[in-house]
């Protein structure tokens, strides 16, 4: 059970737009009392045009300690920070924010971890694989870079945004860990098929995969947390695939949140 807030209560938000989605305001509160600390996580809808005078205010609230970070802030809020994790500093994202003695914030990206433990928990070691990636934004980034770390054969990138594609094919490779290319939303032949795009969050949004084409030995895995099941991941699971929804992601990674924003990971 979360505790009441109280006058001394320590504040955390996470920040996105849309924002129903989410669901770490009640786990992550409800970490904060498991480990005796007198805090509570809020959900905050902000827009793109909105995210600098949120920020500008945030910076300057005593009480708040931390900022979760969601779609699609994760690169504006790189920018404001004081310093950062290596991944983070690579990826140029973040997706938390913790205050600094200083007042000013320090981030990391966590997502990639979250992701790949959720597929690990399922029995998956991406090692030796090949794997198809659909988004290269902020989450996609982590999760391409956990994959390329993970020791993938090969990786494979599909992305809208063809300069933010190459962007990152172009700094994976760089890494000389594994080798990335260009994708499309064809999955046959690959072993693993990561969803780290919103479609399915929305009533008609394409498949982010031609799913026709998924073999039953695959595993897939997806970021969306709303709905629980998302098409995707009911399309694959009619094949037969293991698979891991957004949730299992966030299962997975709840506890290094809140490690990070207690700054008890030593990151």
């Not at 897939?220 to 891991?244: D, H, N, Q």
Request: hydrophobic share 40%; with cysteine; proline share 6%.
């Amino acid at each position: 059970m979360i505790p009441a807030p109280t006058g001394a209560t320590r504040l955390y938000v996470i920040v996105g737009d849309p924002i129903a989605q989410v669901r770490s305001p009640a786990g992550v509160s409800a970490e904060f009392a498991a480990r005796g600390h007198d805090g509570m996580l809020v959900p905050v809808q902000v827009s793109v045009a909105d995210l600098p005078d949120f920020l500008s205010v945030a910076s300057r609230l005593k009480n708040l300690d931390g900022i979760v970070v969601t779609i699609p802030h994760k690169f504006a809020c790189y920018q404001i920070c004081a310093s950062a994790t290596e991944r983070a500093h690579f990826l140029r994202t973040v997706n938390l924010m913790r205050r600094r003695a200083d007042g000013s914030w320090h981030g990391d990206m966590v997502d990639g971890l979250g992701f790949l433990g959720a597929a690990r928990a399922k029995g998956i070691d991406p090692k030796g694989m090949r794997a198809l990636l659909v988004g290269a934004g902020g989450a996609g980034s982590a999760i391409a870079l956990e994959l390329i770390e993970g020791g993938v054969r090969e990786l494979a990138i599909h992305d809208s945004s063809v300069e933010r594609r190459d962007t990152l094919i172009r700094q994976l490779n760089g890494l000389g860990k594994g080798q990335a290319r260009v994708g499309t939303s064809d999955p046959s032949g690959f072993d693993f098929i990561a969803n780290a795009t919103p479609a399915g969050m929305k009533d008609g949004d394409p498949l982010p995969v031609d799913v026709t084409r998924l073999a039953p030995s695959a595993y897939c895995g997806c970021v969306i947390t709303k709905p629980e099941v998302s098409p995707f991941i009911a399309e694959a699971r009619k094949l037969g695939c293991v698979t891991a929804t957004g949730t299992d992601m966030y299962r997975q990674h709840q506890s290094i949140m809140v490690d990070f924003l207690l700054g008890t990971d030593g990151a």
